[in-house]
């Protein structure tokens, strides 16, 4: 069960409001729970509380700081079903889904844990030259400063996780704005976080909506600004000064079958299925176009459809339930518009399109014209076209024709194949037999084109968090 209400976290503290926030069950559309708000002298305080905390997170040894996230890796174990019902409350997330986003979270915190103490740098060959000789250089990792994240709603844990443990990895004073449509995941971590010994402002958690979060943009004092979310992430980025800026804005993933691929269909259409309709497609990777060789095409497109046909759709809280809702109403309305736009178009609509409230349907589609908004925006829904190719390098055409990069997939099992794939498509990452919706917390994530900038996954996360000290020095000292 929910707590009645939640407070938000300012310097490490729990902070309580005279103004209170609703929170919704996204399934029931019933109150769930009240989170305090912030006003704008908190989110003052909070900064500059992150400032102060500056030389004390320096300070605090590596090994200090991997106690911290071991802690809170054991303590979200030991309070794994309470985080999985708070996301299948406040995201309609299905229960089996939440439960593994809440392994996630463990795991992005214990490979935190382990980056903290190995967090090196380098020694450089100087000598390159007769007049260097005696010269050595050394570097080292120290942290940025004081940062801001910004979060959405589609993974409360895991996307705050791979902001919130880096930073404490890599030593950084951090606050945080989660989604407003999903703010508890975000708390519980902070009410975790405060049981720990991390200096006073270490962090702070602010239950803010957009139009209040604009310091956290703006403000000089905060050297780097993690966003994810839409497309207004490159407007944040024009506001941000000079502060560094990593962006993370989705995409319309697309997934290559190959022609030899006729004896695995029964593993692709699974996969194909998880890509596309796990959370209810509200995910930046879910698999949104499939480009199948042509030979294959109809069997495919026959069998993948009697399959979405079988998915039960319904209560979150129920563990038979694979499609849950969608995050309100106005979401779901967006993308029945769309499809039926594309319909009107001349695409065929093969299974699904249809709405109650924010329950959508999942939905396939063939004959997508190529400028429908299903096709070159990111649906964020239940949502996958099918298109069928003649040759390879078609469909890799196909799948560049894109305004987004973050993830591919391809199955094929024929090598030149994936490596060409590697090669030429315009992605942040290619998945070679297996879906682009694949992700493994350690690993480099992120994309180009409108997809965003930087790369998220612990490693990558701390290197954007800290920056390079060298120093360099001529012969040895004395008595050395």
Not at 74 to 92: I, N
Not at 135 to 145: C, E, K, N, S, W
Request: with cysteine; hydrophobic share 40%.
């Amino acid at each position: 069960m929910l707590d009645k209400t939640y407070p938000y976290y300012l310097a490490n503290e729990p902070r309580t409001s005279a103004t209170m926030m609703e929170v919704y069950d996204k399934y029931s559309g019933e109150i769930a729970t009240r989170v305090a708000v912030p006003d704008e002298q908190a989110t003052e305080a909070a900064i500059r509380a992150a400032v102060q905390a500056t030389g004390p997170m320096k300070k605090f040894k590596p090994w200090a700081r991997q106690a911290v996230l071991q802690h809170c890796a054991q303590r979200f174990q030991e309070r794994h079903e309470e985080l999985a019902m708070a996301l299948c409350v406040e995201a309609g997330k299905p229960i089996k889904d939440a439960a593994g986003e809440v392994t996630r979270l463990i795991d992005t915190f214990r490979i935190a844990a382990e980056e903290a103490v190995r967090i090196n740098g380098e020694t450089l060959n100087l000598e390159l030259a007769e007049r260097l000789n005696g010269y050595h250089g050394f570097t080292r990792r120290v942290p940025l400063g004081p940062v801001s994240f910004i979060t959405p709603f589609n993974f409360p844990l895991n996307l705050v996780a791979h902001k919130v443990a880096p930073a404490i990895a890599a030593g950084c004073p951090f606050v945080l704005k989660p989604s407003e449509k999903t703010p508890i995941g975000a708390l519980i971590i902070g009410q975790v976080l405060a049981e720990t010994d991390l200096p006073k402002g270490a962090f702070s958690i602010l239950t803010l909506d957009g139009k209040h979060a604009t310091p956290l943009v703006e403000d000089a004092r905060l050297k780097l600004l993690s966003f994810t979310g839409g497309q207004i992430g490159w407007d944040l980025k024009a506001r941000a000064g000079h502060k560094k800026v990593t962006l993370e804005l989705g995409g319309n993933a697309a997934c290559i079958v190959d022609a030899d691929q006729a004896g695995n269909l029964d593993r692709l259409i699974e996969r194909l299925i998880f890509g596309a309709f796990y959370q209810s497609g509200q995910s930046c990777i879910s698999v949104q176009r499939i480009y199948a060789h042509a030979s294959l095409y109809e069997e495919l497109k026959q069998r993948l459809v009697e399959a979405v046909k079988q998915l039960q759709a319904g209560d979150p809280k129920d563990k038979s339930v694979f499609l849950g809702p969608m995050i309100d109403e106005a979401a779901a309305t967006r993308l029945e518009g769309w499809i039926n736009e594309a319909q009107q178009a001349g695409g065929k609509l093969l299974c699904g399109g249809k709405r109650k409230g924010n329950m959508l349907e999942a939905t396939v589609m063939e004959n997508v014209p190529k400028d429908a908004k299903v096709n070159r925006m990111e649906v964020f829904g239940p949502f996958v076209l099918l298109v069928p190719f003649e040759h390879i390098d078609e469909a890799f055409a196909l799948v560049n024709d894109s305004d987004y990069g973050l993830q591919a997939g391809i199955f094929t099992d024929q090598l030149t194949h994936a490596m060409r794939a590697w090669d030429e498509l315009e992605q942040g990452g290619v998945i070679v037999n297996d879906v682009p919706s694949f992700r493994v917390d350690n690993m480099p994530y992120g994309g180009v084109k409108l997809s965003g900038v930087g790369r998220e996954g612990v490693r990558y996360a701390i290197e954007d968090m800290t920056e390079i000290r060298l120093m360099v020095m001529r012969g040895a000292f004395p008595g050395a």
